[in-house]
């Protein structure tokens, strides 16, 4: 209905249908999420200020999606270059910049590279433990995956 009556490149648009393709990637339902992010994906433009942040959530989204399905070298591989552009556009303590290291660390975590998601993940859980009471979710499965590290590291 939004997109009939809206406009399907609106802005208002692209972003219900981020939040549906990262609640559904957030479900289980991983395969529908990513089809609706990449179709989010295919109309953001980067060069417009408002789209960045939706930008930031997609890719997170969609690399998310990928590990979920298995495919987590190609998530690290998409979410790498997501967050150098949300610490460059959107700043180092925005939300979307936080949610983007979450979700390569989780991605590196996937892929065992324990190294390199440990400093990802503690920053991440910090940021988001400081702000529990708005970000309840972003904080538990920060502090989780620190957690799911910390064991698979043996400490």
Do not use: C
Request: proline letters at 2%.
């Amino acid at each position: 209905m939004g997109r009939r009556t809206i406009g399907e490149d609106r802005l208002n648009t692209i972003a219900f249908e981020v939040n549906l393709g990262r609640a559904l990637q957030e479900g289980g339902k991983t395969e529908e999420g990513e089809v609706l992010l990449r179709q989010a994906l295919a109309r953001l433009d980067t060069t417009m200020a408002e789209h960045r942040q939706w930008y930031v959530n997609a890719r997170s989204g969609l690399g998310l999606a990928l590990v979920s399905q298995g495919q987590a070298a190609q998530a690290r591989d998409l979410l790498e270059p997501t967050v150098d552009f949300a610490r460059r556009q959107l700043g180092e303590a925005h939300l979307r910049t936080t949610d983007a290291r979450l979700a390569l660390g989780r991605a590196l975590l996937a892929t065992h590279e324990y190294g390199r998601a440990q400093p990802l993940l503690e920053t991440a859980a910090a940021a988001f433990e400081a702000q529990r009471k708005v970000q309840p979710y972003f904080a538990a499965e920060a502090a989780a995956a620190l957690a799911e590290l910390r064991r698979r590291r043996g400490g």
